[in-house]
């Protein structure tokens, strides 16, 4: 996983070191590998039992000529002595492939449509009612702080182009305007995070929230969010996007549509 302090440089010679095959990954890949900026890893799928201990990552590359390039890395601790062997591959199917031949086969690797067999946590929807004590209460958590969000993992993955669907695809007036797309331009990495995400019942219809924050790491190192909010919050129940510069205009966009409805 990511360590903030561990350079791209580092980290790839971790990497490389302690995989079992490495001698077996192309050469094309691993001179590539060499002109690497940066990078993000992420937990692809984790198995654990009594006979099999499995995990895989995927690790992102961004290189200095603007493409991306990936690793899968296959940790297990099958062998004699018990301790974790690792392997990298590049590409998906080849280290599926090789979970396949460990012991106890394919369970709990990833699924081929990428959903985790070990299963997704799923909003929870609550029924309200339409008293006044549950629309304060929707209010109330339409405006409450999330707890403290883990690091952020960017992914090279044609970032700039990410920016502007999000903003095309606002609805609001308010919506950031050219100054903003014109910094997201030179965006080389993102990361999106679900907020916040409920359904109600307001004034005899049900009606869906979901705040999304889509933050982006810019060439010269900064940081900078769009913050957007999905809603059914309209007349007919269609679904409508909004985008905000600030999660403090979002949630109060959020309360507005929960009020107005």
């Known amino acids: 996983m990511n360590d903030p302090y561990e350079t791209t440089e580092a980290h790839l010679e971790r990497l490389l070191g302690r995989a079992l095959n490495s001698f077996d ?53 099958t062998g004699r002595s018990g301790a974790e062997q690792h392997e990298l591959y590049t590409e998906e199917s080849e280290a599926r492939l090789a979970a396949s031949r460990l ?43 999330p707890p403290a969000a883990l690091p952020r993992m960017y992914v090279p993955d044609n970032s700039a182009d990410h920016a502007r669907r999000v ?13 903003t797309a014109g910094l997201l331009r030179v965006a080389f990495a993102h990361h999106i995070t679900q907020v916040f995400g409920r359904q109600y019942r307001v004034d005899g219809k049900d009606a869906g929230f979901t705040l999304y924050e889509h933050a982006f790491l810019l060439l010269d190192g900064t940081e900078t969010s769009l913050w957007e909010v ?12 909004e985008v905000y510069g600030s999660e403090h205009t979002a949630r109060e966009a959020m309360e507005l549509r929960a009020r107005v409805r």
């Open 25 to 77: 990954l192309p050469d094309a890949t691993v001179g590539r590998l060499d002109s690497a900026l940066a990078h993000a890893s992420s937990l692809h799928s984790s198995h654990h039992s009594a006979v099999l201990d499995r995990v895989t990552y995927r690790h992102a590359y961004l290189l200095s000529d603007g493409s991306s390039l990936v690793l899968w890395e296959l940790v297990h601790s």
């Open 103 to 145: 012991p106890s086969g394919f369970p709990g690797f990833a699924t081929a449509d990428g959903d985790s067999a070990s299963g997704a946590a799923g909003l929870s929807f609550g029924d309200l009612g339409a008293d006044l004590d549950a629309d304060f209460e929707l209010l109330a958590a339409l405006m409450t702080a």
């Open 167 to 179: 903003l095309r695809r606002a609805e609001n007036s308010d919506r950031p305007g050219e100054e």
């Open 230 to 241: 999905e809603h059914t919050a309209t007349p007919d129940g269609r679904h409508m996007c």
